[in-house]
């Protein structure tokens, strides 16, 4: 039985994945325009997918005054995954406090310490990753699918919003009263760590405020590699060889 997600609402793309794989379903959010949609589907239906996030001890305060409120409003707690205290502190012995700045070999040292390393920890033995990931962010996801195979982290991830534009997830969010990060609203489409991320100017594409001194246009930490090959109507035999 295959799994056709095309035409489908974003809660029942959720239950349609959440019934298709056995197994636990980990969330993944930063607080983002396109996690509060996801979060906020997940918990109007209290489906049974594991909601986490990654705290790199770098994000904007505003990013923080959301997680609490979403925690709030919802009545759910987000389970957090912080980098690891001994190589934390190495990084900065060794680097400095802002020595992602001097290459991009130091920024993804960064970026593997305070977020790749810890998403491995949220996703140990799960069966699946749901992520807001969007083909229309950027050129880099432009291939992302509802369903993708992702090799760094060898699991299934599932993008439910990947044919979504930020339109689409704007009037969700406001039909439904989900609260959204005021950073948003002051030309930041794109969240990270703040001293990794800069509004963007009109025109710009979503992700050119991440990580803009390096001028590569990838604009990318490292959690989300090329899409892979699986597709939806794949998914039963992906998902049963996982």
Same mark, same amino acid.
């Not at 298709?20 to 949609?37: H, K, P, Y």
């Not at 996801?141 to 760094?152: K, L, Q, Y």
């Not at 803009?212 to 998914?235: D, I, M, T, Y």
């Given at each position: 039985?295959? $799994?056709?997600?095309?035409?489908?609402?974003? $809660?029942?793309?959720?239950? &349609?994945? %959440?019934?298709?794989?056995?197994?636990?379903?980990?969330?993944?959010?930063?607080? *983002?325009?396109?996690?509060?949609?996801?979060?906020? &589907?997940? &918990?109007?239906?209290?489906?049974?997918?594991?909601?986490?996030?990654?705290?790199?001890?770098?994000?904007?305060?505003?990013? +923080?005054?959301?997680?609490?409120?979403?925690?709030?409003? +919802?009545?759910? @707690?987000?389970? $957090?995954?912080?980098?690891?205290?001994?190589?934390?502190?190495?990084?900065?012995? %060794?680097?400095?406090?802002?020595?992602?700045?001097? =290459?991009?070999?130091?920024?993804?040292?960064?970026?593997?310490?305070?977020? $790749?390393?810890?998403?491995?920890?949220?996703?140990?033995?799960? &069966?699946?990753?749901?992520?807001?990931?969007?083909?229309?962010?950027?050129?880099?996801?432009?291939?992302? *699918?509802?369903?993708?195979?992702?090799? #760094? +982290?060898?699991?299934?991830?599932?993008?439910?919003?990947?044919?979504?534009?930020?339109?689409?997830?704007?009037?969700?969010?406001?039909?439904?009263?989900?609260?959204?990060?005021?950073?948003? #609203?002051?030309?930041?489409? =794109?969240?990270?760590?703040?001293?990794?991320? @800069? #509004?963007?100017?009109?025109? /710009?594409?979503?992700?050119?405020? %991440?990580?803009?001194?390096?001028?590569?246009?990838?604009? /990318?930490?490292?959690?989300?590699?090329?899409?892979?090959?699986?597709?939806?109507?794949?998914?039963?035999?992906?998902? =049963?060889? =996982?």
């Amino acid at each position: 039985m295959s $799994v056709d997600l095309a035409g489908l609402s974003l $809660v029942e793309r959720l239950k &349609a994945l %959440r019934e298709s794989l056995v197994g636990r379903l980990v969330f993944t959010t930063s607080f *983002g325009l396109e996690d509060q949609a996801i979060t906020h &589907a997940i &918990a109007a239906t209290g489906l049974d997918i594991k909601l986490a996030t990654l705290d790199t001890g770098r994000l904007f305060p505003e990013t +923080y005054d959301l997680w609490a409120e979403t925690e709030g409003l +919802y009545g759910l @707690r987000i389970e $957090v995954h912080s980098p690891d205290r001994t190589e934390l502190e190495a990084l900065v012995a %060794r680097d400095g406090i802002n020595g992602f700045r001097r =290459s991009v070999e130091l920024r993804k040292a960064c970026c593997g310490t305070r977020k $790749v390393r810890p998403l491995a920890r949220a996703l140990a033995g799960a &069966a699946g990753w749901i992520t807001g990931l969007r083909a229309e962010q950027s050129a880099f996801r432009s291939g992302t *699918g509802f369903v993708i195979w992702d090799e #760094a +982290y060898a699991i299934i991830k599932l993008a439910p919003l990947a044919d979504w534009s930020r339109d689409a997830v704007t009037r969700y969010v406001e039909a439904n009263g989900v609260p959204v990060n005021p950073l948003h #609203a002051r030309g930041f489409p =794109s969240l990270g760590c703040a001293p990794c991320t @800069r #509004a963007v100017q009109p025109g /710009e594409p979503e992700r050119a405020g %991440r990580w803009w001194w390096e001028l590569e246009g990838k604009q /990318e930490c490292g959690l989300h590699g090329r899409p892979g090959a699986v597709r939806s109507n794949e998914f039963r035999s992906a998902a =049963s060889e =996982s």
